[in-house]
């Protein structure tokens, strides 16, 4: 996109979230970033957490502030609670927070009968347990009236060979978004998920060969893989006052992906 594209497209997106502070765990890359990057753009000031790729998180950061926006990256993996005060010590600088999107997770693969107990607690201590205490130690500083937004996956709801443990922690997932959004209600903050399909990122690059995308995009209603700006935008929505009255759901944005 040239310059001139980038410029035009930003004087498009709404400023619905200017004064806004959110925190968008993962966001040094792929859907993260995209996110990171949307919700900047709509006036928010964005604290991005990374695991390993300071430079990444960086580059994001110095794209956000060059469309004019406040953005930092903060060195915070979220299966680690020492990691997690270092979080809660930057969103302290800022006093609350608004926005919550817990996206970071990690992926690992296999039939039942050659994953290990280590595999399902990498995962389960990443996508589960650390959503859990991410969110737990935020939410006394998220005003009344705030957002969480958990990414999901269609891996959740589908019957994929070797997803089992990464299914399953989405499912997880759902199933929190669902009661925490009664438990929340109270304060008026909304507790919702987005589900995408599959998307174009470095890891499915890396994990999933040409002619399984091409197969992929074929069982979309539209045709082609999603962008992480696709699942970003949903987000934004999410984040925004025009989803004030949604709570408790899981958004599937997946471009209607049939299996």
Partial sequence: MSPAQTAVKAAAIPKRLTDKVAVVTGG????????????????????LTYSASANAAEKVV???TAQGSKAVAVKADIASEQDTAALLAEIKKHGKIDILVNNAAVFEGGPIDQITLD????????????????????????????????????????SLASFGIYSATKGALETLTRVWAQDLGKRQITVNAVAPGVTVT?????????????????????GRLGQPD??????????????????????????????
């Fill in 62 to 64: 110095s794209e956000i």
């Fill in 119 to 158: 595999q399902y607690d990498r995962v389960f201590g990443v996508n589960v347990r650390g959503l859990v205490a991410t969110t737990i130690a935020t939410l006394p500083y998220i005003n009344d009236g705030g957002r969480i937004i958990n990414i999901s996956s269609g891996a959740a709801r589908a």
């Fill in 202 to 222: 470095d890891m499915m690059e890396n994990g999933l060969p040409k002619e399984a995308q091409q197969a992929m995009a074929a069982k979309t209603a539209l």
């Fill in 230 to 259: 696709d699942i970003a935008d949903a987000v934004a929505f999410l984040a925004s006052n025009d989803a004030r009255w949604v709570t408790g759901k899981t958004i599937d944005a997946d471009g209607g992906l049939t299996f």
């Fill in 28 to 47: 040094s890359r792929g859907i993260g970033a995209a996110i990171a990057q949307r919700l900047a753009a709509e006036g928010a000031t964005v604290i």
